[in-house]
């Protein structure tokens, strides 16, 4: 069964910073890109940022560039979202997605991040 | 960026009812298209992938077409089970962009 929960998230003052992490069980992580995606409260789906299986492409989102950076360790089956000067506008859940030939086919459960002083 | 117009975006609806929800994009993203289900306090699940296709587990009466660059996610003999928030997603180029999102309400 795939697997994929998410962690690292909590409350936290604007201007600081805050790691996610999303730790994958279930197929061989090394073999598929994964990505960020958040929702803010009562909004709709924003895609933050993606990176391939090798970790040779990522991709962001303009919102996030240069604030946010995405990795991953195969080794561990983890992706990481490391998010700094976070902004109100970053509160959200985050999910992590695995990617798929179709798209993104698994989610996990999500982590809140909320960025408040 | 690519726009994912979703409309409407929210819709009431009766049991048994042949509901239709569409995406146009700004631009050709060709068959690069997601249809995600959402109920509250819950992930999103893919129902639809590259435009038409089913997802594992999906029930038949879920089914995605496409019309030049509309997308459309169509629920025949809508269920109870089946009042969600539905997303679509272009994952042709990035940013990957979702649309607005569709609320289904019972009436």
């Known amino acids: 069964e795939v697997q994929l929960v998410e962690s690292g998230g909590g409350l936290v003052q604007p201007g600081r910073s805050l790691k996610l992490s999303c730790l994958a069980s279930?197929?061989?992580?090394?073999?598929?890109?994964m990505n960020w995606i958040r929702q803010a409260p009562g909004k709709g789906l924003e895609w933050v940022a993606s990176i391939s299986s090798s970790s040779s492409y990522i991709y962001y989102a303009d919102t996030v560039k240069g604030r946010f950076t995405i990795s991953r360790d195969n080794a561990k089956n983890t992706l990481y979202l490391q998010m700094t000067s976070l902004r109100s506008e970053d509160t959200a859940l985050y999910y992590c997605?695995?990617?798929?030939?179709?798209?993104?086919?698994?989610w996990g459960q999500g982590v809140m991040v909320t960025v408040s002083s | 960026d690519i726009q994912m117009t979703q409309s409407p975006s929210s819709m009431s609806v009766s049991l048994g009812d042949t509901v239709t929800i569409t995406c146009r994009a700004s631009?050709?993203?060709?068959?690069?298209v997601n249809w995600f289900q959402q109920k509250p306090g819950k992930s999103p699940r893919r129902m639809i992938y590259r435009a038409t296709n089913l997802a594992d587990g999906v029930p038949s009466r879920f089914s995605g077409s496409r019309s030049g660059s509309d997308y459309s996610l169509t629920i025949s003999s809508l269920e109870s089970e089946d009042v969600a928030d539905y997303h679509c997603?272009?994952?042709?180029?990035?940013?990957?962009?979702f649309g607005a999102g569709t609320k289904l309400e019972l009436k």
């Open positions: 997605a695995r990617a798929d030939y179709g798209g993104y086919r698994d």
């Open positions: 279930g197929f061989t992580f090394s073999n598929y890109g």
């Open positions: 631009q050709d993203v060709g068959i690069y």
């Open positions: 997603l272009q994952y042709d180029e990035y940013p990957n962009t």
